[in-house]
């Protein structure tokens, strides 16, 4: 069974960054495609970023340009976003995504709190 574990949200004021991480606990290597959704409140789970086995990544236009996905070249078992110029509609529960062939498999979830 796989299993993601989130970590890194917090209370940040707006114009701020945080680094979320994702670790896996196997080779992220394994996986089709490694992502961050997030969740914000009454809204619907939406896509942030997304990372394909083959290295192609793609983001929402609204994170464009502040947000970054990257892996843990060492151990290859982490992914991070690396969040910048935070703003208070990036609110929500950021939640990590593998995709198998068969199946995804979700973390719990890490909450981000954009406020003054």
């Known amino acids: 069974q796989v299993q993601l574990v989130e970590s890194g949200g917090g209370l940040v004021q707006p114009g701020g960054s945080l680094r979320l991480s994702c670790a896996a606990s196997?080779?992220?290597?394994?996986?089709?495609?490694m992502s961050w959704y997030r969740q914000a409140p009454g809204q619907q789970r939406e896509l942030v970023a997304s990372?394909?086995?083959?290295?192609?990544?793609?983001y929402a236009a609204s994170v464009r340009g502040r947000f970054a996905l990257s892996t843990d070249n060492a151990n290859g078992d982490t992914v991070y976003l690396d969040m910048n110029s935070l703003k208070p509609e990036d609110t929500g529960v950021y939640y990590c995504?593998?995709?198998?062939?068969?199946?995804?498999?979700w973390g719990q979830g890490t909450q981000v709190t954009v406020s003054s």
């Open positions: 995504k593998a995709r198998e062939p068969e199946m995804d498999h």
């Open positions: 196997k080779s992220i290597v394994t996986f089709l495609a």
């Open positions: 990372m394909t086995s083959g290295g192609t990544t793609i």
